[in-house]
């Protein structure tokens, strides 16, 4: 099956109880790629990478990882992945060094080779400074850039991140972002999870979006972004007379045509040139003495790619997914955990 | 598979894999050796409180000191503790995605439980060396030879039996915090045994339930062994310590280790 896909799934299914976490899922990652999976909370992303990381069985369907059937191969599957889960699975009371030392072993390179590995990626992940203090003291982008360190022991052919930047401030984001960089460039292909658009279009030169267990698009970023219409300026007034004035003058950079929603006082538009159209828009509005209350421009959400393409919101589906995946949570528990964080996460981000 | 792989069969690897999570267990201990020393407080604790305390005010059915009675039911108490040890590794390691970790690589699976099992049994060695010589300091002399070495393997085959009662419950509760409870279930358990107090004291119902307790029968034996005051009692499971402390942790193990691989086999359902 070495047909340039390094990850294949047809038609793949998994149910707990009668929820259906994965109902049909497609996909296909081209090696050598990064590939995100784009979805909101308990659409389905974990289950789908536990399946193809053989962590837990699949109740139909099929799936193929570096040409090797995940069902049928598992071991072979295991010498050839990565997976770096929502959680840093490192050991905390072990030194940086103590714990790649351990999974080298266990990945059966024997002591010495196991040390010499674990000494480079120390080096390659920046982590060489700390690595002789114990996990507990490092930071959270020091964990996660361990824990990739750890997935990457063997040189896996598919490396598997699920949400590898939930929960790490902007920083250690950017930290992790251009590790993974590093690891495509050697050759690695990448199946990246994430709820965040914005790191989906940063790292995949494809994204699938997955929602109720199902692929629902498969496109590159601007694809996607071009679907639900780019950046949007966005223009406040102060008073709702003013509406058809700000209309005339975001007519002037928008793409299409402007949108306006009375009672919110607001005018807005899908724009190609953001920060120039930003410009734009706010000395003219200035010239012509316009009263503006706020001006903004917003990239487009994993939200608008939702509403676009399922007619419904993320966060709906969230509500009423998030318990689906917990039934079957039972036997995967960092997922389920981590969960539960995510979900107070979103409180504060919205 | 590696070069390094392919030299040596398959025994070699599980082999080696349990090795390496055992290593890991006990550089835990020489990297935090402070942990052995807050599971040992609280039997160390009792030792003292019981001993020094209550020891004047406490009776040992058929004579005999209390201190002499009560070292035994300590180290019984260590060994039974261990389970909340063991509980709290593998709740730890299942929430944080260790084990997950484990299972996506090429390692033997059976391993990770096998690993921690070998790991608990070395620690509770090393425990039971520690509460030893602490009773020696205070003054217990138990008797030498094959019946010390009988006596400890007795207390090493309750901790093994516990082994799976508590993987099998670190892979049941929640997080960590609710393994820290275990010791609220634990406590009352070796109360109602003949750890500190002779069954034959308490109420008659009281006392049954006591004599039948498994911490009893490995406390007696153990006592029998060591040649330290038995405390009496003649119901059928008091008169037969010896077999009873065979028997007890061989039922355990019967009961929940196949509990416990069930629970770890579903982790992939």
């Known amino acids: 099956m070495n047909d340039g896909y390094a990850v294949r799934a047809e038609g793949l299914e998994k ?336 | 598979m590696s070069a390094v792989e392919a030299a040596h069969g398959r025994t070699f690897w599980v082999l080696s894999d349990v090795w390496n999570i055992v290593r890991r267990g006990l550089t835990h201990y020489q990297r935090q050796p402070v942990n052995i020393a807050w599971q040992l407080g609280f039997p160390i604790l009792s030792v003292l409180l019981y001993g020094y305390v209550f020891g004047s005010a406490m009776q040992v059915p058929g004579g005999g000191d209390y201190k002499d009675f009560l070292m035994p039911g300590m180290f019984v108490m260590t060994m039974a503790f261990g389970f909340i040890n063991t509980a709290t590794v593998v709740v730890y390691d299942s929430t944080k995605g260790v084990i997950d970790r484990f299972r996506s690589m090429p390692m033997a699976s059976s391993a990770v439980v096998a690993g921690r099992g070998v790991t608990d049994l070395i620690i509770a060695c090393a425990e039971l060396a520690i509460m030893m010589l602490t009773a020696l300091v205070m003054g217990w002399r138990p008797d030498g030879g094959w019946e010390f070495l009988a006596a400890f393997g007795l207390l090493l085959w309750l901790r093994f039996a516990l082994i799976w009662l508590g993987v099998w419950l670190g892979l049941l509760v929640p997080n960590p915090e609710a393994a820290g409870g275990l010791f609220a279930v634990a406590f009352p358990l070796t109360m109602i045994s003949s750890i500190f107090v002779a069954p034959q004291l308490m109420p008659d119902w009281l006392g049954w339930v006591a004599a039948w307790n498994p911490l009893s029968s490995t406390s007696a034996a153990t006592r029998e062994l060591f040649g330290t005051p038995v405390g009496g009692g003649d119901s059928w499971v008091e008169q037969h310590a010896l077999l009873m402390a065979g028997l007890w942790p061989a039922v355990l193990t019967v009961l929940f280790l196949p509990l416990a691989v069930r629970r770890f086999q579903r982790l992939s359902r």
Request: charged share 30%; glycine share 12%; hydrophobic share 40%.
């Open chain 1, 15 to 350: 149910r707990y109880g009668d929820k259906r976490a994965l109902d049909g899922f497609d996909l296909a990652v081209r090696a050598g790629t990064v590939h995100g999976l784009l979805g909101p909370n308990g659409a389905g992303k974990t289950t789908a990478v536990r399946i193809l990381s053989t962590l837990i069985r699949l109740d139909g369907g099929r799936a193929a990882v570096a040409g090797l059937d995940v069902a049928r191969q598992p071991r072979e599957v295991r010498a050839r992945i990565g997976l770096t889960g929502q959680y840093a699975a490192v050991d905390e009371v072990l030194t940086g060094r103590q714990n790649l030392e351990m999974f080298g072993r266990l990945f059966h390179l024997g002591g010495r080779r196991a040390r010499a590995r674990a000494g480079e990626l120390l080096e390659q992940f920046d982590l060489t400074d700390a690595a002789d203090k114990g996990v507990g003291d490092y930071s959270g982008g020091m964990r996660r850039r361990l824990d990739l360190a750890a997935s990457m022991i063997l040189a896996p052919a598919v490396l598997f991140l699920d949400e590898p930047t939930t929960g790490l401030d902007p920083r250690s984001r950017g930290e992790v972002w251009e590790s993974v960089r590093a690891l495509v460039a050697d050759g690695t292909t990448v199946l990246l999870t994430t709820q965040y658009l914005e790191e989906a279009d940063r790292l995949a030169s494809r994204i699938t979006v997955i929602d109720q267990g199902r692929a629902i698009a498969d496109d590159t970023p601007e694809g996607l972004k071009n679907r639900v219409g780019g950046d949007r300026i966005e223009v406040v007034v102060a008073e709702r007379a003013e509406i058809p004035r700000v209309m005339k003058v975001v007519a002037r950079v928008a793409d299409g045509e402007p949108e306006a929603e009375d009672e919110a006082l607001r005018v807005h538009a899908s724009v190609t040139d953001r920060v120039s159209a930003l410009t734009e828009v706010a000395r003219t509005l200035q010239d012509e003495g316009v009263r503006v209350e706020d001006i903004g421009l917003r990239r487009p959400s994993l939200d608008d790619v939702f509403l676009r393409l399922t007619g419904h919101r993320a966060e709906q589906t969230d509500g009423t997914r998030t318990g689906t995946a917990r039934t079957g949570g039972k036997g995967h528990r960092a997922a389920e955990t981590a969960e539960t964080v995510e979900d107070k996460g979103k409180g504060t981000r919205a």
